[in-house]
């Protein structure tokens, strides 16, 4: 009854790589984030879908790509990859409206190397 | 632009020792106000949050957080620590009129020694 899941769990990876993340909420919200969490622990959000269009895309490289399929999923696609992307990515979702609390995924921990 | 400052970076503390970290934010407006725990390997879990009413508010396992307004604060308070306590304490904020972009303080690792 995992409420928001994401996949894989851990990846590790070359420089140049494409790789996905997936994200998957089984909450019923509208809205999923993407969020960064470098190694001094900082989080940053990233982008910010609501029913499957963007809100929010903060100054992210554009080798960075969410795609949201459905309301339920929030993929992130990097192409390119390099070692700053090496960092622990949190998936988010909520209901609309700024009044309503933000539900974490368990992460994916991401190590270019 | 807004920011929230966490001015602890890191907390040693011994059980049964009380707690209050601190979070400062940057914003003119209403916003609403968060407290994140983040257990070592877990993810973010909410541990209260503050909307409107009641400048003190109660979370979960023994957690509250006071608001005041004049001050820009929104600190972290916790009568008598467990070793259980043991992770990183995010503080966050969230404009009332905006998008629903929350922006994390730099966090705070606690430590509770037995």
């Known amino acids: 009854d995992t409420a928001v899941s994401q996949t894989p769990k851990y990846l590790v990876t070359q420089m140049g790589n494409d790789k996905s993340i997936k994200c998957e909420q089984n909450?019923?919200?509208?809205?999923m984030y993407w969020y960064k969490q470098d190694s001094k622990k900082f989080l940053k959000i990233m982008f910010s879908?609501?029913?499957?269009?963007?809100?929010i895309n903060e100054t992210v490289p554009n080798r960075f790509s969410p795609k949201s399929p459905d309301k339920a999923h929030l993929n992130l696609h990097i192409n390119s990859l390099e070692l700053g992307d090496s960092a622990v990515y949190f998936c988010?979702?909520?209901?609309?409206?700024?009044?309503?609390?933000?539900?974490f995924g368990p992460g994916t921990r991401l190590l270019v190397l | 632009a807004q920011s929230v400052s966490q001015h602890n970076h890191h907390v040693i503390l011994s059980e049964a020792a009380s707690l209050e970290l601190g979070c400062n934010y940057s914003?003119?407006?209403?916003?609403?106000l968060f407290w994140y725990v983040q257990y070592p390997g877990q993810h973010l879990q909410l541990l209260l949050k503050?909307?409107?009413?009641?400048?003190l508010v109660k979370g979960i396992k023994g957690f509250e957080a006071e608001f005041i307004k004049s001050k820009f604060s929104f600190n972290l308070r916790k009568p008598s620590v467990q070793w259980s306590d043991t992770a990183e304490y995010f503080c966050?904020?969230?404009?009332?009129?905006?998008?629903?972009?929350?922006?994390f303080g730099a966090g705070t690792r606690l430590a509770v020694h037995p």
């Open positions: 988010a979702s909520s209901q609309a409206g700024v009044k309503e609390t933000q539900y």
């Open positions: 503050y909307f409107s009413g009641d400048p």
């Open positions: 909450l019923g919200h509208d809205t």
């Open positions: 966050a904020v969230k404009s009332a009129g905006g998008y629903n972009k929350l922006i």
């Open positions: 879908y609501n029913n499957k269009e963007l809100i």
């Open positions: 914003y003119g407006g209403t916003v609403n």
